[in-house]
């Protein structure tokens, strides 16, 4: 099955810097891969996606970059706020063809936004 | 528009207990998930279902079962909870084809 590694497991940034969150997977026919925002006690929110027909895809200060050559992906904050602060999950799956199958998570980075 | 509703929120039980955590979803979505997340582990799939009537195992599925009689509705049960089985545990559906899941509030379960 897939696997997802996730890089850092904590990061810590000042405010105004930017932050990068790096995931490796193993299964080159996974085609869509999402990064979720959780923070605590909250339901994961999905805050951008990519499909593997894409390279990279960025709303406002969040940009998603894929390599499929290399199977990672690669989460940038820029101009990070105290209200960045959360845990972040990447995520792959396999979701052309009607696969149903489930989102296989990274073990998430806890991101920390300095004053 | 509720989107995904989870019930119970919270709920402590005994080893041996069972129990049964519902899950339900307004938007006419073809699949639903269970995931578990547990600390340091990230979300790990337990169950999941295509369609009404249809259930697949997980990543995690050992000692849980499921059952999607309604399209809108997904049960988790518990026959016999163990200890291991602390989590918290959330709900997901998506629209068939593509589409991003959207998740429920989670139940905190606990096991004694």
């Known amino acids: 099955g897939e696997n997802v590694e996730q890089h850092p497991s904590t990061l810590s940034v000042q405010e105004g810097d930017s932050a990068v969150i790096k995931c490796t997977y193993s299964d080159s026919a996974s085609n869509y891969f999402p990064w979720y925002k959780q923070e605590l006690g909250k339901r994961p929110q999905l805050i951008i996606d990519?499909?593997?027909?894409?390279g990279e895809k960025k709303d406002q200060r969040i940009a998603v970059t894929l390599n499929k050559t290399a199977k990672h992906f690669s989460l940038h904050i820029t101009e990070t706020q105290p209200e960045d602060s959360a845990v972040y999950f990447c995520?792959?799956?396999?979701?052309?063809?009607?696969?149903?199958?489930?989102?296989?998570f990274g073990k998430g980075t806890h991101l920390i936004i300095q004053p | 528009n509720a989107g995904v509703t989870q019930t119970p929120k919270f709920r402590v039980l005994k080893t041996g207990q069972s129990m049964t955590l519902l899950c339900a979803q307004d938007?006419?979505?073809?699949?639903m998930y269970w995931y578990r997340q547990d600390p340091g582990m990230g979300l790990r799939l337990i169950h999941y279902s295509v369609g009404e009537g249809t259930t697949a195992k997980g990543e995690v599925p050992d000692g849980y079962n499921v059952s999607r009689l309604k399209k809108q509705n997904f049960l988790l049960g518990l026959e016999s909870a163990a200890p291991s089985q602390t989590s918290v545990y959330f709900c997901?559906?998506?629209?068939?084809?593509?589409?991003?899941?959207?998740f429920g509030d989670g139940t905190r379960l606990s096991i004694l």
């Open positions: 997901a559906s998506r629209e068939q084809g593509s589409g991003p899941q959207h």
């Open positions: 995520a792959a799956s396999m979701e052309s063809g009607g696969g149903a199958d489930g989102l296989t």
């Open positions: 938007m006419n979505h073809e699949y």
């Open positions: 990519i499909r593997s027909n894409v």
